[in-house]
């Protein structure tokens, strides 16, 4: 691979995407997600600007050791009236013993005149004196040209000469920046290739926002008109709408364009993990439809699709799944045929005959429940009950006769306002001289909560496995808005069970604790059945 080939990455999630509204980093975090990083192999790690806060000062007081990344820290150029020697928040930067140090200057022209309010040329000596200064001090310089393509529209031979500055003191790497996100891929690739005739590619790094969804064609825009540093942020993070998202970017650079971005395969693979590593660490949702990473980056849903896909996967597949750590799921829903039906089924360990008749009456049976409300696109686990009863694999663990909730909302003794729900139910479950009728009784802080604790109540004793069963999500969607509250309500359940394993369930009725209810009674069957529990055994105990 030649040198003009390697495209440099260089991370800003710890700086640019502590900016984002609603994340704030704490010195683990911070510490976790540079290490990932690092093992990924990504060139540079920004781990934020000392000097400008308390988290911030901890980290760089006591950075994680990265064995291959160059940590870098973050800041601006001197200020107006202090020598590059004697300004404390580039001293700051200095004292922190980052090998690199990236600072931002103004390159707008609009920008000195408003925001700095000084002399057009006293900015030009900002930005040489600090890069000169942290040369000197033996740190790799890095300049942030910021707002620079906006700069160039209104003002090139101005902005150049910022950019300029910067090189010619001896920043390692001039970064042109696309700080409000407003410029498009064409103009990129135009600009940069006007700049590249004076300051040379190997030199030139972009960065840019996605104020216009287009962060990550912007920074391809910019690499294929020459640059050869690449800034971004993992799964997109960063001030407004974020930077461009380098999960999206590193299997684009590499797999489809052949740049060498220095991540090895196994770096590669681990893309999916980082992905929700950084969700997990933020307590945020994944989205489901990340490019690449998604859980549905590679779901198919459209039986034409499932069909061509089980024929082989380039059909509807841009790229190998599991290059970046991710994996196929088809998807069964309204949308599907014969094909997806006999994917998911194999999936989950169930052989039938594509000719078998039963095939036919369950893709029928699927669209009439979505028909009525179901989603099983999201509730695997009662699909595959709805499959597997079709087939006569699931017996009966348990028969409700009836249940009640009652819900009272009063005064306690402690003088506080408090809502509770009672559950009582019968079940008939297996005992040892025939079925049983259990009646049973349970407090919940909601009529969801107590109808569990009562099911439970009545089938642990008789099914042991269901112990450490416990509800982790629960939602509930209206499906005939218009009818107000007489609408139809689909509820989806999550459990997941004393090893981690989660699965999704759905109940449909016009009434939410029924629909509550029906996919509860999923859940639970579906654990018994994975756990393999047998009547014979239940009624034995
Ligand atoms: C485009 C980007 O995303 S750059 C990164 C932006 N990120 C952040 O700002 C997050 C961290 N920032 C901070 O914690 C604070 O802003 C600090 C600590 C850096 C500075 O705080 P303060 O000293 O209170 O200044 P404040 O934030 O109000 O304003 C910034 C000052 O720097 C000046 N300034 C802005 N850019 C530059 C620059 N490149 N070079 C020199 N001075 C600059 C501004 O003109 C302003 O000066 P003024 O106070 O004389 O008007
Ligand atoms: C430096 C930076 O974050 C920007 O210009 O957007």
Redesign the pocket.
Known sequence: MNETNRVYLYDTTLR?GA?TSGVDFTVADKIAIAQELDALGIDYVEGG?P???PTDNAFFADPPKLPRAIFTAFG??R?PGRSASNDPGLSALLDSQSPAICI???TWDFHVDV??AIPRAENLA?IADSIREIKARGREPLFDA?HFFDGYKANPGYALSCVQAAYEAGARWVVLCD?NGGTLPHEVESIVGQVAKHIPGSHLGIHTHNDTENAVSNSIAAVRAGVRLVQGTLNGLG?RCGNANLLSLIPTLSVKMGYDIGITKEGMARLVHISRMLDERLNRTSNRHAAYVGESAFAHKGGLHVSAVEKDPTSYEHVDPSLVGNRRHVLVSDQAGRSNILARLREVGVNVDPKDDRVGVLVDLVKQKEFEGFAFDGAEASFELLARRALGEVPDYFRLAAFRVLDERRWNAKGELVTLSEATTKVEVPGPNGPDNVMTVAEGNGPVNALDQALRKALIPVYPALDGMRLVDYKVRILNAQDGTKAVTRVMIETADRHGQRWATVGVSANVIDASFNALSDSITYCLYRSGAAIDSAQAA
Do not use: P
């Open positions: 640019d900016q600007w000097g400008a806060n601006m150029t200020r931002v200057g103004k925001a700095l900002l910021e700080t001030e």
